[in-house]
């Protein structure tokens, strides 16, 4: 139990008894303002301690430490300004007694000091490994910005941006061309209107546009604005169509780049980022080069054409806007680099909001085992915070940006009203004119404003493409595709000299001059420390890493030359930890083969122990929910083995294969797997439980230091009671513990009664009758058969 602490002066704490509750000083009276012994501590070290100056003392009712009250004195000292209460002591003999009296009488009461406990606090201390595995190798690693920095590579994004959009260049050519309809009977609109307003006011002018009467100008007014809508309206639904449909492909070029990745690149990437890149960061490509280039493309007509109308109108109205273009010009262009850039950040922090997201929901039982959904919920809510303060700014500047050019183009048409009004007066231009040019002057402000939002999208759109096209231009190590065709992975299987370390751990070795062979068609176990890299022999041969040197060979062949994607065709394997997808058990199993047999499916569950299928009411076709949370660990893990004994495969890879069935079920899985397998297939068992390291053929045995420290069969490697395997076996059995001392106390351990079964049963079915027959009399218990079986093994 540790003591209550409470701050001193910021600086230092002291204990305090968990009884005592900690009042304010005014409260108390001067006999219990007493001077903490951890704080006189320290005043009597060579270092001047800050309680001396400024403590804040601690009130305790302890009669060791009355002793020390009469030490202290209240004084007055300026403390920033203020007349700060500062208790000063002075050092003697009475604050160490009261120190230690103190000490013994927290430790009677359970009262732990905080610097009693520190070697127990104290963090690990740093081994060589973790200073080799300091050294980290992210080559691997996708940038958070993406691929393009600076003005350069944003300008050769801007082009391969434009250039997703060439497949659809027909339909893009017709939406252009709507485009161009309906900013044509746009820009009719003012023109017809000045003309009607002419009319209207000055009876002398009658004549309308081709000599037309008002009522078919009315009628072929509304025939064109009917065209405009039209064209606009088919504008809208092909750019719509081809921007899904370039999200899509983008979308899917990306995720078969991902999937054609190899280990390293995973290794250094986390899924959620990979996420957020093929989402929101595929939307917001697909619409910059698409709904935002047509806005753009219509902006940018609509704008020279009314430019044009204006100076057709009237030229010195037009040179007034002149003076407006420059500084919102200028002002776009500084706009649309920092929506680039506050883009990028936006997107890169949605991916890691899209990365917690997936890596804490997937694991929600873990938290909420824990408690931990406070914590978890709280850790989501910063980085939302954190984007929403992005977002916050990117309003503020858009804000700025469109309210102060907003507020220039409305002083622009004030000065084109003074100066065109003067202009109506003195008989320059009509009333009607003046109308249209105020119009035009609409349009192209609108226009204008329009080309500003065009830039700024094209610069979202620059972000985000630039971590799609890092994504894009990365090509795997190892390449899934390349290589010799390889039509079988029969034969013997060497490890010649094989040296190997994790890229993203280039300093951590974990094979050296690694040589060892499986001949084919054996069952072998390989066994070692944990942490000694029995998986990475797997890793290796299915060929998601590459040795650093030596080679690994199949028949003869080197596997770095041969066709990885049809090497790992040959393999079976079942990991550690069961991987099912969302889908149903017929789905699972025949996943390595999705074009087996209704027949096969069946059979491959038979051989797999999968029984417990024919409790479900819909069989093959339940659904195992997400990673088979549906079904328990043992039946995940034969689901597993069904679907790589469905694939007759010519190896077989257990990654501890058996390591979440119960007794029964793991009995049955390895007769099947060894009628099935033993002669025809190779069969790699990583594993560390003795029932499978004992049906193994041969056992190869690694060393902490990437060696092989012996190999043989069981019988061969457990009568070598010094040998690496046997050491390994007795601290796996024994739980860390002797098995000398435990068989010196005469006590029959959990681990000795299931060896004494597997002895047993190998010693073959009449000693177990016999056994039965014993016990079943009742002359002795089941407990002194199997003792009596252990002393006839030790024998």
């Known amino acids: 139990m540790r003591a209550s602490r409470f701050a001193l002066s910021g600086a230092f704490s002291a204990p305090v008894a968990p009884a005592r509750s900690l009042r304010p000083f005014a409260d108390l009276p001067i006999a219990q303002w007493t001077v903490p012994p951890v704080a006189a501590r320290r005043h009597f070290s060579s270092t001047p301690s800050p309680f001396f100056r400024h403590a804040s003392l601690v009130p305790t009712t302890s009669p060791a430490c009355q002793r020390a009250a009469a030490l202290v004195k209240p004084i007055y000292r300026p403390a920033n300004g203020f007349s700060t209460p500062v208790r000063v002591f002075a050092t003697s003999r009475v604050l160490a007694e009261a120190r230690q009296s103190y000490q013994e009488e927290m430790k009677n009461k359970g009262v732990v000091d905080k610097e009693d406990v520190d070697e127990e606090d104290r963090d690990f201390t740093k081994s060589e490994k973790a200073s080799q595995a300091a050294q980290v190798n992210l080559s691997a690693k996708l940038s958070r910005e993406g691929s393009g920095k600076g003005r350069t590579g944003g300008m050769k994004e801007v082009v391969r941006l434009v250039k997703i959009a060439r497949p659809e260049s027909k339909s893009l050519g017709l939406a252009f061309l709507f485009l161009l309809v309906s900013s044509t009977v746009s820009m009719s609109i003012p023109f017809s209107i000045g003309k009607i307003i002419d009319i209207a006011t000055n009876e002398k002018s009658k004549a309308l546009p081709f000599d037309l009467d008002i009522t078919t100008f009315y009628t072929a007014l509304a025939g064109v604005l009917v065209l405009g809508a039209g064209a606009n309206y088919g504008r809208i639904i092909i750019l719509r169509i081809v921007g899904e449909r370039i999200v899509a492909r983008l979308r899917s070029q990306l995720y078969r780049k991902i999937f054609i990745q190899n280990a390293e690149f995973f290794d250094a990437n986390r899924v959620g980022d990979l996420i957020s890149r093929l989402g929101s960061d595929s939307i917001i490509v697909g619409k910059s080069i698409t709904q935002n280039l047509s806005d753009g493309l219509r902006s940018l007509v609509s704008g020279a054409a009314g430019l044009g109308m204006m100076g057709w109108v009237s030229l010195k109205l037009t040179a007034v806007l002149g003076v407006m273009f420059p500084p919102v010009a200028v002002a776009a262009f500084l706009f649309g680099r920092y929506m680039r850039n506050i883009s990028r950040k936006i997107q890169r922090n949605l991916g890691t909001l899209t990365k917690i997201a997936e890596e804490r929901l997937g694991n ?277 083995i069904a679907r790589a004994l469905l694939k007759q495969p010519d190896i077989l890879i257990l990654d501890e294969a058996t390591s979440a069935l119960d007794a029964e079920s793991e009995t049955l899985v390895n007769q099947a797997l060894g009628a099935l397998l033993r002669g025809n297939n190779t069969t790699i068992s990583i ?62 351990t959990e681990s000795e009664e299931i060896e004494a079964d597997l002895e047993a049963d190998s010693e073959g079915e009449e000693m177990m009758d016999d056994d039965v027959a014993k016990t079943r009399k009742g002359n002795v218990t089941s407990g002194e058969v199997v003792l009596e079986r252990t002393k006839t093994h030790d024998r």
């Not at 457990?718 to 435990?742: H, N, V």
């Open 687 to 748: 594993a560390h439980r003795l029932s499978t390291i004992k049906r193994s053929d041969r056992i190869i045995c690694l060393s902490s230091d990437g060696h092989v420290a012996e190999e043989g069969t069981y019988s061969q490697l457990s009568s070598r009671p010094d040998g690496a395997f046997a050491k390994l076996m007795e601290w796996q059995m024994s739980g860390g513990e002797s098995m000398s001392a435990q068989r010196r106390d005469n006590h029959v």
């Open 364 to 640: 929600v039982r873990t938290s909420q085992a824990f408690a931990g959904e406070i914590q978890e919920v709280g850790r989501y809510n910063r980085q939302v915070k954190r984007i929403f303060e992005l977002g916050k700014r990117e309003a503020l500047v858009a804000a700025t940006f469109f309210g102060s050019t907003g507020l220039m183009g409305n002083i622009t048409i004030l000065a084109v009203l003074y100066v065109g009004g003067g202009m109506v007066k003195s008989g320059g231009i009509s009333i009607g004119e003046l109308s249209s040019f105020l119009m035009y002057t609409a349009y192209a402000g609108s226009s204008m404003f329009g080309l500003s939002g065009f830039y700024s999208e094209l610069m979202k759109g620059v972000g985000a493409a630039s971590r799609l096209f890092e994504l894009q231009d990365r090509d795997p190590t190892i390449p899934p595709t390349v290589g010799q065709p390889v039509k079988s992975a029969r034969g013997p299987i060497r490890f010649e000299n094989v040296s190997f370390s994790y890229p993203t751990r280039p300093a951590v070795t974990i094979f050296q001059d690694l040589n060892f062979e499986i001949p084919e068609g054996t069952n072998v176990a390989i066994v070692a420390p944990s942490g000694a890299g029995k998986s990475t022999v797997a890793s290796l041969l299915l060929r998601f890493y590459t040795p650093n040197t030596g080679r690994i060979t199949i028949h003869g062949k080197d596997i770095k030359g041969m066709n990885a994607k049809q090497l790992r065709r040959k393999i079976g394997y079942v990991g550690q930890e069961p991987v099912l997808f969302s889908g149903t058990i017929a789905e699972n199993i025949s996943y390595g083969q999705p074009h087996a047999t209704r027949s096969e499916i069946v059979a491959a569950a038979r051989k797999a122990n999968c029984q417990f299928i024919s409790d479900f009411p819909d069989g093959l076709e339940t659904h195992v929910g997400a990673r088979g949370t549906q079904l328990s660990g043992g039946q995940k893990q034969r689901i597993a």
